[in-house]
């Protein structure tokens, strides 16, 4: 079973939940800019929440279906049709053979993930099939998506083998399916300007008052210099007490970096695992997702929030992961 890539949109990449367990050898996690979304792609189609999928960013790619599959996409709308048919998001989707998958302008968010039943067959390196692009690492040859890339499935599990044949035989003439109940997007609280969840930094204390209180106060915007390892801001200067040297330290996805200049950095997927700038705040797991999806040229807010508070908020969601999962496991039995 296969997928044709007939074009390769802006920038179409492998990704799973990231290459974790090794970073002490310096190498980089990588993996999903918005995690919930593809845990909730793998979910919708019967995978393992870490299975990987497609990330596609802002201008998708072309995909020619050479066997019929199951997909799901989550994420962005980035206006995916199929044979013109537009694709609904966020439920399980087949797709018979022969159909063509094509993404248009972007209506919310900026990445989609495409999951399908069963994995993408690339090897596992380092225990993880994510991309990193910038060693030429793991996914498809270590690299994004080209025109005429041939991408090799698994097998689906036997029950959801048995869902895609009884689909594949219902004699409908339409080039996709897809059931009346869909689930997860209620998790992902996607916003265009939205106030980010922040617990104050290891060297929060070095800035100043007039700068703390900008930083929870004044909006930043999201520069064109961003990319998958960390998103720089425009806004207030943040400023230090005094002048002050750091070793570097662990840093880890959501770091909240200044540099000398004051402008801060959000660390994202490609982070490094070290860093030695002074950290102000540390984004609330919860809502990596939501910075995830923002494009160059947002606005963002910082709410700083306590520890137990962003305890709560995890275990809060991951309780209604659990609770989606449960559910789609009754709807396919």
Not at 68 to 97: C, F, K, M, N, Y
Request: charged share 20%; hydrophobic share 40%; with cysteine.
């Amino acid at each position: 079973m296969s997928i044709r890539v007939i074009r390769p949109g802006l920038l179409t990449t492998i990704q799973d939940l990231g290459r974790y367990g090794l970073q002490q050898f310096g190498v980089i996690v990588s993996g999903a800019m918005d995690p919930l979304a593809l845990r909730i792609s793998n979910l919708l189609v019967g995978n393992e929440q870490n299975e990987a999928v497609l990330e596609v960013t802002l201008s998708g790619p072309g995909l020619l279906f050479e066997h019929e599959a199951l997909i799901a996409i989550t994420g962005a709308d980035l206006s995916a049709v199929i044979d013109s048919h537009a694709v609904p998001l966020w439920r399980p989707i087949w797709v018979r053979q022969g159909s063509l998958l094509e993404f248009g302008s972007p209506v919310r968010g900026c990445r989609a993930y495409l999951s399908v039943a069963g994995g993408f067959d690339v090897p596992l390196v380092m225990h993880s099939r994510s991309t990193y692009l910038r060693a030429g690492l793991g996914g498809f040859d270590g690299r994004s998506l080209q025109a005429g890339d041939v991408l090799n499935l698994r097998s689906a599990s036997p029950f959801v083998s048995q869902q895609i044949k009884r689909m594949s035989e219902s004699g409908s003439e339409y080039p996709l399916i897809a059931p009346g109940w869909f689930g997860g997007s209620d998790l992902a609280e996607y916003a265009d300007d939205p106030t980010i969840r922040v617990i104050s930094g290891g060297q929060y204390d070095w800035f100043n008052e007039e700068s703390r209180e900008a930083f929870v106060s004044e909006p930043f915007r999201i520069t064109k210099q961003s990319d998958r390892m960390g998103y720089r801001l425009a806004g207030p200067t943040m400023r230090f007490i005094q002048p002050r040297d750091l070793i570097s330290e662990a840093v880890t996805v959501g770091t909240v970096q200044v540099p000398p200049e004051g402008q801060p950095i959000i660390l994202m997927a490609d982070r490094p695992t070290t860093g030695g700038y002074a950290k102000i705040a540390q984004v609330a797991t919860v809502d990596i997702p939501v910075l995830a999806q923002l494009k160059p040229g947002a606005r963002i807010r910082f709410r700083t929030v306590s520890v137990e508070e962003a305890q709560e908020l995890y275990r809060s969601r991951e309780s209604m992961i659990r609770r989606l999962r449960c559910g789609i496991a009754q709807m396919n039995t």
